[in-house]
Nanobody, 122 residues
Framework: QVQLVESGGGLVQAGGSLRLSCAASGRTFRVYAMGWFRQAPGKEREFVAQIRWSSGTTTYGDSVKGRFTISRDNAKNTVHLQMNSLKPEDTAVYYC???????????????WGQGTQVTVSS
């Protein structure tokens, strides 16, 4: 079984920055990709960013391109999400997810963290 633990959420003013981290642990597991998703109250879960573990290839949702950066630390099985120029509409619970075999949108992400709240005040 894989456990994902997120950290780094909080309250920030519009225009500010936050850095989220997610550490994966477990007895044995393989990482194909790790990603971040978010869900605001009353809204559907939204893809934010992902990184393929072996190649480092990154993909971003349209709403965060140019503002958010996803990165990885292979040795620590950790993924980070640097969020700059935050907007009130970025307010949501942010979830870390891990895929061990493939990714196709949200398909393939079998392991999820508990979520961390990000609140951006105007």
């Amino acid at each position: 079984q894989v456990q994902l633990v997120e950290s780094g959420g909080g309250l920030v003013q519009a225009g500010g920055s936050l850095r989220l981290s997610c550490a994966a642990s477990g007895r044995t597991f393989r990482v194909y990709a790790m990603g971040w998703f978010r869900q605001a109250p009353g809204k559907e879960r939204e893809f934010v960013a992902q990184i393929r573990w072996s190649s480092g290839t990154t993909t971003y949702g349209d709403s965060v391109k140019g503002r958010f950066t996803i990165s990885r630390d292979n040795a620590k099985n950790t993924v980070h999400l640097q969020m700059n120029s935050l907007k009130p509409e970025d307010t949501a619970v942010y979830y870390c997810a891990l895929a061990d075999a493939f990714v196709d949108g949200v398909r393939g992400y079998d392991y999820w963290g508990q979520g961390t709240q990000v609140t951006v005040s105007s």
